[in-house]
């Protein structure tokens, strides 16, 4: 006699598009990678190359040394500065103590470094908006002297703030914040400073940009929203806080161990998204294991095609 077959509840799953790694990532951690192929091991690398557990466990496998502080590093291997970017103290250390470093900040971070640098050649007090302590403001305060630069988080501290001339001002920001969160503040700021000058592009990324606007049309119809992401990666929190405002149950996972298959109990709609620093390998871990529980069928939302690529340091293509 044969045995009943166990069924499996349907399941729909929502895959985010775009989702995972974008241009500067991926450019990132191929500077790694090929550092370590055409130098050897250990190649250092100064902070998380990105926030992501899973790519830093396989990079050090590969031969990477993480270190937060150059003091950590011996000067006869290579160095790579991460992705978020560096203050000019680093890169200035590094070359007073003769080290080869490459420079794997993304270059839209760069991008707004160079912001930063004419708005403050123009005279202009900058404020920038952002989270304290993170290594992309970090990296940003530090491109210019001590107090240049204030930071603002909220819309309280964008009315609390008090400038040293209201009509000589402008502002930058962090590019992996929350597009909702950000503009409250730009219009707070706005509402006080008409003046205030602003870059001439957006300076959230393009790849935030796109991935919360996926979020935004998933999380319309789920009823869980998983996001794979490190708890320390920014990109990766802000589309949990965006899925939750869209009105979905969000979760930020790690991986697949990080699911909780009750938290999908009378679920028939789960979304699935990845932050900008994490593989894809991820995202089909979580698929697998949904597999094991469910029948599954799958829609793709695409919110933005996306062809930006970086190149790399001609040191390691050459």
């Given at each position: ?116 640098g004419r708005h403050f050649e123009a005279g202009r007090e900058i404020l920038l908006i952002g989270h304290a302590g993170h290594p992309e403001v970090v990296g940003t305060l530090g491109q ?50 008409p003046a205030i000058a602003a870059s001439h592009k957006e300076d959230i990324c393009y790849a935030t940009t796109n991935r919360q606007d996926a979020v935004k049309s998933v999380a319309a ?98």
């Amino acid at each position: 006699m044969s045995q009943p077959t166990t069924c499996r509840p349907p399941l729909t799953v929502l895959l985010a598009s775009p989702r995972g790694f974008c241009a500067g990532v991926d450019r990132a951690i191929q500077i790694v990678e090929r550092a370590i192929e055409k130098y050897g091991a250990p190649v250092y690398v100064r902070h998380e190359i990105v926030h992501n557990r899973h790519v830093v466990d396989r990079l050090k496998a590969l031969g990477a040394v993480f270190v937060e502080e150059l003091s950590e590093c011996p000067t006869d291997r290579p160095v790579v500065f991460s992705a978020h970017g560096v203050p000019k103290s680093a890169p200035a250390e590094a070359k007073a103590r003769k080290m080869f470093y490459l420079d794997a900040t993304c270059p839209l971070v760069s991008k707004v470094h160079m912001e930063a640098g004419r708005h403050f050649e123009a005279g202009r007090e900058i404020l920038l908006i952002g989270h304290a302590g993170h290594p992309e403001v970090v990296g940003t305060l530090g491109q210019l002297p001590d107090g240049a630069v204030t930071l603002i988080e909220t819309v309280e501290d964008a009315g609390a703030f008090t400038p040293r001339d209201p009509a000589n001002l402008a502002f930058i920001t962090q590019t992996t914040l929350s597009v909702d969160d950000t503009a409250e503040v730009v219009a707070a700021l706005r509402a006080r400073f008409p003046a205030i000058a602003a870059s001439h592009k957006e300076d959230i990324c393009y790849a935030t940009t796109n991935r919360q606007d996926a979020v935004k049309s998933v999380a319309a119809r789920s009823d869980v929203l998983l996001v794979l992401g490190s708890a320390n990666s920014s990109n990766s929190v802000r589309l949990a806080e965006v899925g939750r405002r869209a009105g979905a149950e969000a979760h930020l996972i790690d991986d697949a161990d990080g699911l909780d298959l009750a938290w999908l109990a009378g679920a028939a709609v789960v979304g699935v998204t990845a932050g900008a620093s994490a593989p894809e390998v991820l995202v089909q871990g979580v698929i697998d294991r949904l597999a094991q529980s469910f029948e599954l069928s799958f829609e793709e939302i695409d919110a933005a095609r996306e062809t930006v690529t970086f190149k790399l340091p001609r040191v390691l293509v050459s």
